[in-house]
């Protein structure tokens, strides 16, 4: 089954500067890659997506990118806030019509003001 | 729009009971996903529901069993509970598998096993 691996598990990042995450897949077949924000007593709340047939999406200040070639995908958050602080997860899906979403280990963001 | 609801958020229960969870999903999705997030992991795929069968089943044993109602609403039903049960147990929906749209978390259950 697909394997999702996420790094780095914790980031601390200045207010203001950009922050990268990064995801490698190992299922071939893989071709939706969503990101979530998980806030504390809150659950994953979908951030961006990503189509396999799709090398780069961006939306104001979230950009994510994709490499089917090496399998790997990042997500990309420019100018931070410290709302931007959450865990991260990135995620994958081999099969739309199933839905199974493979998800990564999380990253644990925070905003230094 | 109304989006994923669960009830209760909270729930303590002992070994060997059993319970039930409960997810509303948003208007116009009939599929309904549940997950469980261990302490500091990535939630774990459990089943699918969608237009009231089973649709995929991740790597739990059978003491995990759902329902899912002709309002598209769904239970997470687990049995003889154990305390590595405790957990956050996510319900995501989303459209028709069909349409290929994303699927949206709920806030979740917290249970915790004592």
């Known amino acids: 089954g697909e394997n999702v691996e996420q790094h780095p598990s914790t980031l601390s990042v200045q207010e203001g500067d950009s922050a990268v995450i990064k995801c490698t897949y190992s299922?071939?077949?893989?071709?939706?890659f969503p990101w979530y924000k998980q806030e504390l007593g809150k659950g994953p709340q979908l951030i961006i997506d990503?189509?396999?047939?799709?090398g780069e999406k961006k939306d104001q200040r979230i950009a994510v990118t994709l490499n089917k070639t090496a399998k790997h995908f990042s997500l990309h958050i420019t100018e931070t806030q410290p709302e931007d602080s959450a865990v991260y997860f990135c995620?994958?899906?081999?099969?739309?019509?199933?839905?199974?979403?493979?998800f990564g280990t999380g990253t644990r963001l925070t905003i230094i003001p | 729009e109304t989006g994923v609801t669960q009830s209760p958020t909270h729930l303590i229960k002992t070994r060997g009971q059993q319970v039930t969870l409960r997810c509303s999903s948003q208007?116009?999705?009939?599929?309904v996903s549940w997950y469980q997030q261990a302490l500091g992991q990535g939630p774990q795929f459990i089943f699918q529901?969608?237009?009231?069968?089973?649709?995929g089943r991740g790597n739990f044993p059978p003491r995990f069993s759902g329902l899912q109602f002709p309002n598209y609403s769904s239970e997470l039903n687990v049995n003889a509970l154990e305390l590595d049960d405790s957990a956050l147990y996510l319900c995501?929906?989303?459209?028709?598998?069909?349409?290929?749209?994303?699927?949206?978390f709920g806030d979740g259950t917290r249970l915790s096993i004592l």
């Open positions: 995501a929906s989303s459209p028709d598998p069909a349409l290929d749209q994303p699927q949206h």
């Open positions: 299922d071939s077949a893989s071709n939706y």
């Open positions: 990503i189509r396999s047939n799709v």
């Open positions: 995620a994958a899906i081999s099969n739309f019509g199933n839905e199974k979403l493979t």
């Open positions: 208007s116009g999705h009939n599929t």
């Open positions: 529901y969608y237009r009231e069968e089973e649709n």
